[in-house]
């Protein structure tokens, strides 16, 4: 077992989600981390699985086709050792033996990290709540009417 701080109370857990499209043949995976604040690793272990089946949900997109997001399960789940602060580390991955190409390919431009990236959104299959979309469409409408 990992060393665990006696006074740990930050978790990263790693959450798979599928997501599926009513007719389309590809799904959508998204693999999320959230923060879990929790007493032990068992409870985070826990309040992990609740968040992400809380995530679950079912609903139509603009189109009219039925939305279906499904919690799969944990990927991972690490303590967080630092305070959470700036410059905090909150998990580390260890590779060993690696050569000095595949640590340059481990390494992204900044163009490519995902802050900076322009996904190909119009290429996924439209996984976005029907009605949420309606709503931003329309205010976005309502305040340029506005100016």
């Known amino acids: 077992m990992a060393f665990i701080p006696s006074d740990a109370k930050w978790y990263v857990a790693e959450l798979i989600e599928e997501i599926r499209v009513e007719g389309e043949g590809r799904n959508v995976v998204h693999r999320n981390l959230v923060l879990v604040g929790a007493d032990s690793p068992e409870e985070a272990y826990q309040r992990a699985l609740d968040i992400g089946s809380e995530h679950e949900a079912t609903y139509d997109n603009l189109e009219g086709k039925k939305v279906t997001i ?3 399960g944990l990927r991972g789940l690490s303590v967080i050792h630092d305070e959470l602060e700036h410059g ?3 998990r580390y991955t260890r590779d060993v033996g690696l050569e000095p190409e595949e640590i340059e390919r ?4 900044k163009d490519e990290l ?4 322009a996904d190909a959104e119009e290429d996924l299959p439209d ?3 029907g009605d949420l979309r309606r709503n931003l469409l329309e205010h976005l409408g309502d305040q340029a009417e506005d100016t």
Do not use: I, K
Not at 114 to 117: D, I, R, T
């Open 70 to 72: 499904a919690f799969r």
């Open 88 to 90: 905090a580390e909150l």
């Open 106 to 109: 481990l390494v992204r431009p």
């Open 114 to 117: 995902e802050v900076f990236s």
């Open 127 to 129: 996984c976005v709540d």
